[in-house]
Nanobody, 116 residues
Framework: QVQLVESGGGLVQAGGSLRLSCVAS????????MGWYRQAPGKEREVVAA????????NYADSVKGRVTISRENAKNTMYLQMNSLQPEDTAIYYC?????????WGQGTQVTVSS
């Protein structure tokens, strides 16, 4: 089992920044990738960014490219999402996801609210 705990969400004005963190614990030694997803009210959950745990390759949704940076610290089993130039349409619950040994694990989510 793998446990994921997100933090760093909050309320920010448009144009502001937030840094989300996701700490993984448990059987993390077989982690393949980790990623950030978000779900806005009335919308489906969508991927924001993902990172390969060993090689560090990254992928971003078109909607956040240039504004968001995903990174990780393997020694701390921690993944980050630096979000800049936030807009009201970025308002959502942000979830951390880990792919470990062919299984997927999710965190409980952290709310990000961007006011106009």
């Amino acid at each position: 089992q793998v446990q994921l705990v997100e933090s760093g969400g909050g309320l920010v004005q448009a144009g502001g920044s937030l840094r989300l963190s996701c700490v993984a614990s448990g059987r993390t030694f077989s982690t393949d990738y980790m990623g950030w997803y978000r779900q806005a009210p009335g919308k489906e959950r969508e991927v924001v960014a993902a990172i390969g745990w060993l090689g560090g390759s990254t992928n971003y949704a078109d909607s956040v490219k240039g504004r968001v940076t995903i990174s990780r610290e393997n020694a701390k089993n921690t993944m980050y999402l630096q979000m800049n130039s936030l807009q009201p349409e970025d308002t959502a619950i942000y979830y951390c996801k880990a792919g470990v040994a062919s299984s997927d694990y999710w965190g409980q989510g952290t709310q990000v609210t961007v006011s106009s």
